[in-house]
């Protein structure tokens, strides 16, 4: 008999026909003459409610079915009599898989508080919580390749070990194949790099941005969706060492049409999860985040202000709040002033551009006025930055006199100069954080509960 997973078990249509579920097991209660079990299988939040009439059953029977556990049941799909659900299942014959002691096994109930999932993060996915972000999760990583594929974009995958130390984003993680308790060295005592697997020193990629550009030059419009690694020792709700990045990179693409892409994605993934996913965001609405949706819906219907960087700081400045840090035009801004912008001036998401060349990258087109780059940030409520992108130095003298002001090595730059060398074009791109906006859609608080298993300094644990 063909098993039917529980979510597709409410259809009215299968009512009074025999069905055969699978899954495991999260609460039984009941009396002496019937016991209800609420069986989970993982695709949906919904328990699916199953009967034993203790006359066909006997206690000996049911004594595995304890949380935890998994079982098969095959029975007929009848409309509930109790409250709650709209269906249950009166159970004809049981198979337990396996047993979960109820001794050990760590998921009893209802009621642990996140920090002990992260503990048990090998068997969180099957609580509530965890089922919900990661089918939101599941939702919104499908909702970002239908959006770009349906818009003619190409999924370029760029490697994941780099020889670049360049890009510039963060802190890298060596990736070597030498033994660290016995490295060959140099005469001078420095490390043999030529004797390493690759010839060189080599590390995990922080973004694919820069093989972008060598793919949205040639195909037009690319997009990757990967894993990106900082080894930024930033013990923050928002920062992991390894999260997972999406990187559009288009030809013939200006600031404002990198803006107007940025904004129509996110508001895409937005609306896809709301109307894919409504179970699981009612779920955490209930849970954690009373305005969850609400705050969605918000969020898709009003357009992103638009501002520059030397605007946003004069509204800082005049702003006669407190900071942490003082803000002066030419400094980085901090989380603080990224939230009160969005939190408390305007009240939306802000998108801030042009900001001081020399708190960014390298490669981001220089304005006339000789001062700013054609960068763009998105900054979101609760979450701050969620985007980082820019319109790219086309011109290839402006670009070497950048790379030769900041003394980055010519060795990592040649072949990413030779795009503007040969046949250069104005582009523009942007890296969204996958677990931003996970964690924005989600309403979670902690960017380590919006991924499966997360990395963070002193953690690589499961
Ligand atoms: P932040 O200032 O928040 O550290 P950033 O300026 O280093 O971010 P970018 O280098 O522009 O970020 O990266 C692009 C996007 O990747 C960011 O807008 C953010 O959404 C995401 N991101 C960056 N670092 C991390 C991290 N350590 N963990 C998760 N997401 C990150
Ligand atoms: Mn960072």
Redesign the pocket.
């Known amino acids: 008999m063909q098993r039917i997973k529980i979510n597709d078990i409410f259809d009215p249509a299968l009512i009074g026909k025999e069905v055969s579920v699978m899954g495991w097991v999260r609460t039984r209660r009941g009396n002496k003459h019937v016991q209800f079990v609420a069986l989970n299988d993982g695709s949906t939040i919904r328990n699916l409610q199953i009967v034993f009439d203790l006359e066909k059953f006997s206690e000996a029977d049911l004594k595995l079915i304890t949380t935890g556990s998994s079982i098969h049941v095959i029975g007929s799909l009848v409309e509930s009599q109790g409250k709650g659900q709209s269906v249950e299942v009166q159970a004809d014959k049981l198979h337990v898989f396996g047993a979960a002691d109820p001794e050990e096994y760590p998921l009893q109930k209802k009621g642990h508080t996140l920090e002990f999932l992260r503990e048990k993060a090998h068997l969180r996915p099957r609580t509530n919580t965890f089922g919900a972000v990661l089918r939101v999760r599941s939702a919104l990583a499908f909702a970002v390749h239908k959006f770009f594929q349906e818009r003619g974009f190409f999924y370029l995958n760029t490697p994941l070990i780099t020889a670049s130390d360049c890009e510039g984003?963060?802190a890298m993680f060596q990736v070597t194949t030498m033994d660290l308790n016995n490295l060959p060295r140099l005469e001078d005592g420095k490390v043999d790099f030529s004797a390493d697997f690759f010839g060189k020193p080599t590390a995990l990629t922080?973004?694919g941005q820069l093989e972008g550009e060598l793919g949205a030059t040639a195909l037009g419009a690319i997009y990757t969706f990967g894993p990106?690694f900082?080894a930024?020792n930033?013990n923050t709700p928002?920062?992991?060492?390894e999260?997972w990045?999406i990187e559009p990179e288009v030809a013939f693409f200006d600031i404002t049409d990198n803006m107007d892409l940025a904004e129509d994605f996110i508001k895409y993934c937005v609306r896809y999860a709301l109307d894919h996913c409504k179970d699981d965001l009612e779920f955490l609405q209930q849970m954690y985040d009373k305005d969850l949706i609400n705050r969605l819906e918000e969020s898709i219907k009003e357009s992103f202000v638009r501002l520059t960087y030397t605007e946003g700081v004069e509204i800082l400045k005049n702003s006669g709040k407190k900071f942490e840090f003082p803000v002066e035009w030419g400094t980085d801004l901090q989380?603080e002033h990224e939230r009160f912008l969005v939190e408390e001036h305007f009240k939306r998401p802000v998108i801030l551009t042009d900001y001081p060349k020399e708190i960014k990258a390298f490669y981001m087109k220089l304005n006339e006025d000789g001062k700013t780059v054609r960068a763009m940030?998105?900054l979101f409520p609760q979450i701050?930055?969620?985007?980082?992108?820019s319109e790219r130095e086309a011109d290839y003298e402006k670009l070497l006199g950048r790379i030769n002001e900041l003394d980055i090595p010519m060795k990592d730059m040649w072949w990413y100069l030779d795009t503007r060398k040969f046949g250069t074009v104005p582009h523009s791109g942007?890296?969204?954080?996958f677990?931003?906006l996970v964690l924005f859609v989600t309403g979670m608080t902690n960017?380590r509960d919006v991924i499966p298993f997360p990395r963070t300094p002193n953690n690589a644990e499961f």
């Open positions: 984003a963060g922080v973004s990106t900082r930024e930033s928002r920062h992991l060492a999260f990045m989380s940030d998105v701050g930055e969620i985007i980082g992108g942007f890296g969204l954080g677990e931003r960017i």
